[in-house]
């Protein structure tokens, strides 16, 4: 027999190569884009959550200090009722204002968490 004979023999009779693939049961921790948004949007809404809260808190707290002083204004008595009203107003313009800055303060936190999450994107 001729060499390309016995070479064609020997090549059909050797069995195909196969190309093992391996298994792998480990989980990616790779992130995508999408699963990162929401991871940032959510971790967004925590903070403004919680620093709305605060505020919350923070006018509830104005408004029973409000309250007290009404009380205190009908116990001391004053002379007369503009005397009366003029206190409760002051009181009440004073708690106004800390209303305001700690709203002014709440936003900017907002803002500023808002900027920052946008920055990490």
Do not use: C, W
């Amino acid at each position: 027999m001729s060499s390309a004979v016995i070479r064609r023999m020997f090549l059909t009779r050797l069995p195909a190569a196969t190309h093992a693939r391996p298994l792998s049961t480990t989980i990616t921790l790779n992130k995508s884009a999408t699963e990162t948004v929401k991871e940032t949007i959510h971790t967004i809404d925590l903070k403004a959550g919680q620093t709305l809260a605060a505020g919350i808190d923070k006018a509830e707290q104005a408004t029973e200090s409000v309250k007290e002083a009404v009380g205190a204004a009908k116990k001391n008595a004053p002379s007369s009722a503009d005397e009366a009203a003029g206190m409760a107003k002051g009181k009440a313009q004073e708690t106004k204002g800390e209303v305001k800055g700690k709203a002014s303060e709440i936003s900017g936190k907002a803002k500023g968490a808002y900027e920052e999450a946008k920055s990490n994107i």
